[in-house]
């Protein structure tokens, strides 16, 4: 007999566009944030983008949860789905902490 605590809601056809429109949202978004992050730090956008940068990943937040929600995932596929949109916001930072560690090594 199978486990009823694995057995999932079907996903509604009328879900399946919104689904694939989101998690498509999530690639873009997650793009432009680290994108115009990216360009704040090596000065080709004022310091104030930094803003819209956070904004985008707000939006890539929200379209992870919107996914998420709508395919029924369970509770540790939530939770991979927040270490990952953590794991977004955090890496342009350890990237650029890297890349000025390794400047102030090499560079005196």
């Not at 940068?53 to 029924?72: D, N, P, V």
């Amino acid at each position: 007999m199978i486990d009823p605590s694995v057995i999932r809601p079907e996903i509604a056809v009328n879900d399946f566009l919104p689904i694939f429109v989101s998690s498509a949202l999530v690639l873009v978004f997650g793009g432009v944030y680290v994108g115009i992050y990216t360009a704040v730090k090596v000065k080709l956008l004022k310091p104030w983008a930094m803003v819209v940068a956070y904004s985008f990943w707000a939006l890539t937040a929200y379209c992870l949860y919107l996914m998420g929600s709508l395919i029924h995932v369970g509770d540790f596929t939530a939770k991979a789905l927040v270490v990952a949109a953590i794991g977004l916001f955090l890496l342009p930072f350890a990237v650029y902490y890297m890349q000025h560690q390794v400047h102030e090594e090499n560079e005196h």
